[in-house]
């Protein structure tokens, strides 16, 4: 048999039986988890490679964190509105709703949401400028920053960053990354990531380049989509390499944190009312508020 360019598929009994603590906390394994999750890539088409074992509060608690994640990378002002990746984000509104309460109305209230012009090779085209300030998106974001920084320190060490380690990690959308901070980034950066399965790969979908020992230390700066970008340093010795260092956005976590930085959801009620003409109920949904 010809052995492929990229990393051989793994199967799930293969994923599970190399991992029997979360990559995540440290709890015993229970779930398969693909991380860059699968909903980041087009059509839910994601090339194999990167999936690690998790325990369940990870794997389930943290799903609205890859959600917000995969429709933010969709967002694209260089985009038109017919874009598959517009129209891929639009039809994750219900979901988002469901998941994450709050965060559309957040992100897309008038008070972040504001009209400008852009010149389009010469053609002017009304466009939003959306701020992405919100509590509730940097939650999900910071959350999702530090589980991709905590996998690719386990796809390049070979072991889980251990509960005395961390990752610093921050997050940029289109407009916050200005080239020289990237050329800069990039220069320290030698090895480049993607996940390959034959023909098919991720590149313009998932991207990245790090540095790495391949032992305590994995540094990156990751693109989705070319619209998020995600830079971290994750390490088993946080204290050797100064971390965390000062940085205005940058949140570190350890391991064991994410799920408690999600924010508090109140579990949907089922309000049971009585039917009409013969059903006995009538179910109706009242989505989840926070308080
Ligand atoms: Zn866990």
Not at 128 to 141: E, N, S, V
Not at 170 to 183: P, R, S
Request: hydrophobic share 40%.
């Amino acid at each position: 048999m010809s052995q492929k360019l990229g990393k051989r598929s793994r199967s799930r009994a293969e994923v599970m039986s190399r991992d029997g603590e979360c990559i995540y906390c440290g709890q015993p394994t229970t779930h398969q988890e693909h991380m860059p999750p699968i909903g980041m890539f087009r059509k839910r088409d994601r090339a194999s490679g990167m999936e690690f074992a998790t325990c369940a509060a990870c794997n389930n608690g943290t799903s609205a964190a890859d959600l917000v994640a995969s429709f933010m990378a969709r967002i694209d002002a260089n985009g038109a509105l017919g874009d598959w990746r517009f129209q891929e984000a639009f039809a994750q509104r219900n979901m988002l709703m469901e998941l994450a309460p709050g965060f559309l109305a957040e992100l897309l209230s008038p008070a972040r949401v504001e009209p400008v012009l852009l010149n389009t090779n010469g053609v002017l085209t009304r466009q939003a400028m959306i701020k992405a300030d919100g509590p509730l998106t940097k939650a999900y974001l910071d959350v999702f920053s530090a589980k991709l920084g905590m996998a690719l320190y386990r796809e390049h060490t070979d072991s889980r960053l251990p509960d005395h380690g961390g990752v610093q990690a921050w997050w940029y959308l289109n407009f916050g990354l200005a080239i020289k901070d990237v050329e800069q980034m990039l220069s320290i950066m030698p090895l480049a990531g993607r996940l390959a399965q034959g023909r098919k790969t991720s590149d313009g979908q998932f991207n990245y380049r790090c540095n790495t020992d391949n032992k305590s230390i994995v540094v990156a700066l990751v693109s989705f989509h070319d619209n998020l970008h995600v830079s971290f340093a994750a390490t088993s010795d946080p204290q050797f390499y100064n971390l965390p260092f000062e940085h205005p956005r940058a949140r570190f976590t350890k391991p064991g944190q994410i799920a408690g930085m999600m924010p508090k959801v109140t579990p949907s009620q089922l309000i049971m009312l009585p039917g009409l003409g013969g059903a006995p109920y009538t179910s109706l949904r009242i989505p989840a508020r926070r308080a």
